[in-house]
């Protein structure tokens, strides 16, 4: 794995989801995140058919290829394979984090949402490079089953017993993302501030800023 795709050095993750961007296409918001210093894009439809997501994620692939920005597909380990996606992103409901590994192989980057210790624990064995943790804060309305916000207690938790980079997810904005920057966390996913933004090019700048710990 290059430096350039290391989970560790991500500050700003940026998910794209067709529900929240106000009618712009994967491709319109991953080109103005990536303008404003997204440091990752993941493609994100629960909705989609699987020939419509394939479509999406080859102009994404071709696009974050061009930009030299990791390219990570949610859920989907067929669609991030079919495409040479970067790696791929699962819950704790999708492919069990051991079996994603051996099919992605060594390789690619494996990412894995948890919310307590046994389950950071559990995905670090089983060949995670990164930890999606969260929610954090209480989203709007782009993840409706991700349960109760559980606040920065659960960054702090995790990052004490666990080696991995913390990518914590769920709410951030620029109001709060410093408070899970100051928590452990190695970078924040945005859906909803930086896609339902009127400009999303000058929101992911400002909290890529933040992240980085450059401005407020």
């Not at 620029?174 to 896609?195: C, L, Q, T, Y």
Request: aromatic share 2%.
């Amino acid at each position: 794995m290059t430096d350039r795709i290391s989970p560790g050095l991500w500050r700003l993750h940026v998910l794209t989801d067709r529900k929240a961007s106000r009618g712009r296409s994967h491709l319109q918001v991953a080109q103005a995140a990536i303008a404003g210093g997204a440091d990752v894009i993941q493609l994100r439809d629960k909705d989609a058919s699987s020939g419509g997501l394939y479509r999406e994620a080859l102009q994404l692939r071709t696009l974050t290829r061009e930009a030299k920005v990791p390219f990570i597909v949610n859920d989907r380990l067929d669609i991030a394979l079919a495409v040479d996606a970067d790696g791929v992103h699962v819950g704790q409901s999708d492919l069990p984090a051991s079996v994603a590994r051996k099919i992605l192989g060594p390789g690619k980057i494996l990412g894995v949402s948890v919310v307590t210790v046994e389950e950071a624990l559990r995905a670090e064995k089983d060949g995670a490079d990164y930890l999606g943790v969260g929610p954090v804060f209480e989203a709007r309305g782009t993840k409706p089953d991700t349960g109760e916000p559980m606040g920065v207690d659960c960054i702090t938790r995790i990052r004490r017993h666990c080696r991995l980079p913390i990518v914590a997810i769920g709410g951030i904005n620029a109001d709060n993302a410093r408070k899970v920057r100051d928590a452990g966390a190695d970078a924040a996913a945005v859906i909803s501030a930086i896609v339902s933004a009127d400009d999303i090019e000058q929101a992911a700048s400002r909290l890529k800023r933040i992240l980085e710990g450059t401005g407020q």
